[in-house]
């Protein structure tokens, strides 16, 4: 079984420059998660999806972050502008559901530098 | 969401058993206690998750306390591959949160040869 995958796995970009990255999540797998991990830190969720709907985007800062998941598969989220302080590694998962028996599955994620 | 505490760090030996424990004194009747773990350079891998019992599987067995307070998450025998970071989280079960991770800073483990 294919795992997650996510591109580009490493971005180096200036402040104030946009970008954006690309996560394709397991096969069949309807829900899928975008988290933020910052240096030393866990992961921070970003924003759910359950198919190509939006579940959950409570912490994500929607003044310079956005994320789409079209046709309920592929999703991408991006950064516009990018600040200093985005500098993390994004880490996108997907679960067959919801539900609490059904595991997250992560991908490898991008490590995004702003300079 | 319900909080975790875990031990900054900890220390193996190879092939001996690692018993790594979590208190969630906050902890609902419906949060699930869920492990995971993370490899340098590798997004989280799921280990194990319970309720209320007792749980084994191939990569470890969690231990849950009576009054589900806390919980150990139990290696076995430790390889150089379980040096990782080890996060125990409360899994929501309700709202919006439903399915949510919220992982905090776990404990990383080291094991020495």
């Known amino acids: 079984e294919a795992g997650v995958a996510q591109s580009p796995r490493y971005k180096i970009i200036e402040k104030r420059q946009s970008v954006a990255f690309w996560c394709n999540p397991i096969?069949?797998?309807?829900?899928l998660y975008w988290y933020q991990q910052i240096l030393g830190q866990g992961p921070k969720l970003l924003i759910q999806?359950?198919?190509?709907?939006?579940?959950?985007d409570s912490q994500l800062p929607k003044d310079r972050f956005s994320a789409e998941r079209l046709k309920g598969v592929d999703s991408t989220l991006k950064i516009q502008p990018a600040k200093l302080e985005d500098s993390a590694v994004y880490l996108c998962?997907?679960?067959?559901?919801?539900?609490?028996?059904?595991?997250?599955?992560f991908g490898p994620g991008t490590r995004l530098t702003v300079t | 969401d319900a909080k975790t505490t875990q031990p900054n760090s900890m220390e193996s030996n190879e092939e001996e058993p690692v018993h790594l424990p979590c208190n969630h004194s906050t902890i609902s009747g419906t949060d699930y206690i869920h492990w995971y773990r993370q490899l340098p350079s590798q997004g989280p891998e799921y280990v194990i998750h319970?309720?209320?019992s007792n749980v084994n599987n191939r990569m470890a067995s969690l231990a849950i306390a009576e009054d589900r307070k806390s919980s150990t998450l139990i290696l076995h025998r430790a390889t150089l591959r379980d040096a990782a970071v080890y996060y125990c989280i409360l899994r929501d079960v309700q709202g919006t949160s439903y399915g949510k991770l919220t992982f905090g800073q776990g404990t990383i483990l080291t094991v020495h040869p």
């Open positions: 999806f359950q198919n190509n709907g939006v579940v959950d």
């Open positions: 319970g309720l209320t």
């Open positions: 998962a997907s679960s067959l559901a919801r539900g609490d028996s059904y595991e997250q599955y």
């Open positions: 096969s069949g797998h309807a829900t």
